[in-house]
């Protein structure tokens, strides 16, 4: 049998692989730059050890994982899914709960990307709800969509905002017997007093996506967990494949669930909560930022006047932030992920020196983007 070329590979694919964009993470995107502060990781991570031999398949619900994190989380082990990444957790129920072609899910951006994006690869439209001034949920908006599943990201990335607990419950009240309510916390652990995880044991049809990313400091390991009613994590474990966590993920995410591990992420967690309020604290004292959000995670969102040549600046002083000009309801804003203490002094006078600079004329800019 002769090899295929090129064109006759792309011709045997799906129409709907044909038609979809790769996707560009902060990772893929990347090009060179010491300083990471582009996709909210967190600098101040713990190492880990492993031991063992690892000649034999895993469990595909380790147990010592779920009852540790569903200590942690305060729901009991039925109610608690390990996936790989939260961002599984999102895939697996737009599979389970949205008929191809058929279904819909409902999105309130400017929000997290992989709503969109899981929802195009299982054929599933997506409903458009900007939020109101970023931060408050358009209720009305939301109530004229007839979803499966309702995406909400609290706190809200890339805004930063926790989105009002009451409006989380008048969604659940409308949506009661019609759809699933996804609450996304995964950087809930900065405002760990606004998580929704209480209102489980009310509301039968919410789902809550937790990670260990962020605050824990684990986001190469790629493990997340989705919280939600027995008759949920049932639905989605018929869904996922059959050892999706390794033996050596297991290993680590047990021990950041420790006693000793939670205690750790929670002094992490305080020390990038001050060096994000010290950073709000200056850049509010940046002539040329001309709007900073209230962050309750570990990033903050600026508006400046041209986000791509402030993005490009930053990258020549070895600084990676990102640019978010893209999303629906914002312009010209830029994110800024909260890194180590060095990270942010090097940050702090590299944007000094960048907005004390003679700006570009404005007349360039749109010159500049089409280039
Ligand atoms: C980072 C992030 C995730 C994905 O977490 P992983 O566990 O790394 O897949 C999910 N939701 C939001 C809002 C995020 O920012």
């Known amino acids: 049998m002769s090899e295929l070329t090129v064109p006759e590979i792309n011709n045997l694919a799906r129409q ?23 996709a909210n990781e967190n600098a101040l991570a713990p190492a880990y050890q492993l031991d063992g031999t690892f000649n034999r398949y895993p469990s595909c619900q380790p147990q010592a994982v779920i009852n540790a994190y569903a200590a942690y989380a305060g729901v009991s082990p039925e109610q608690v899914l390990v996936s790989r990444g939260a961002d599984e957790g999102i895939e697996l129920l737009i599979r389970s709960f949205c008929e191809p072609k058929i279904d819909s899910i409902t999105i309130c951006p400017p929000t997290y990307g992989m709503y969109a994006i899981s929802a195009q690869s299982n054929q599933t439209a997506v409903n458009k ?53 996804v609450v996304d916390e995964a950087y809930i652990e900065f405002s760990p007093e606004a998580s929704v995880v209480p209102l489980l044991s009310r509301y039968p049809h919410l789902v809550v996506l937790r990670t260990l990313s962020k605050a824990f ?19 989605l474990k018929k869904m996922i494949a059959p050892y999706p966590i390794a033996e050596p993920v297991a290993q680590i995410a047990a021990q950041a669930l420790s006693a000793q591990g939670i205690v750790q992420m929670q002094h992490s967690v305080k020390t990038i909560n001050k060096l994000r309020n010290d950073f709000i604290g200056a850049a509010q004292q940046l002539p040329g930022v001309q709007r900073v959000w209230p962050s309750n995670a570990n990033y903050v969102l600026l508006q400046v006047a041209d986000a791509a040549d402030c993005v490009a600046a930053l990258i020549n002083a070895d600084i990676l ?25 090097r ?3 590299a944007m000094q020196q960048y907005f004390s600079e003679d700006k570009p004329d404005p007349e360039n800019l749109e010159k500049r983007e089409h280039a």
């Open 347 to 349: 940050l702090a006078t």
């Open 217 to 235: 400091g684990l986001a190469g390991l790629r493990c997340g967990f989705t919280l939600a009613a027995p008759a949920v994590i049932c639905a």
């Open 321 to 345: 932030i990102r640019n978010q000009s893209s999303q629906l309801g914002l312009s010209q804003v830029v994110r800024v992920s909260i890194g180590s203490p060095d990270e942010m002094q």
């Open 129 to 181: 709800v900007l939020l109101l001034n970023s931060e408050q949920l358009d209720l009305a908006g939301i109530f004229a969509t007839e979803p499966k599943l309702v995406f909400i990201c609290s706190p809200n990335n890339p805004t930063g905002d926790l989105i009002p607990r009451q409006q989380i419950i008048a969604v659940l009240e409308h949506f009661k017997g019609k759809a699933l309510v």
């Open 16 to 38: 709907l692989v044909k038609d979809l964009v790769p996707y560009a993470s902060a990772r893929s995107s990347m090009s060179g730059g010491a300083v990471w502060l582009n």
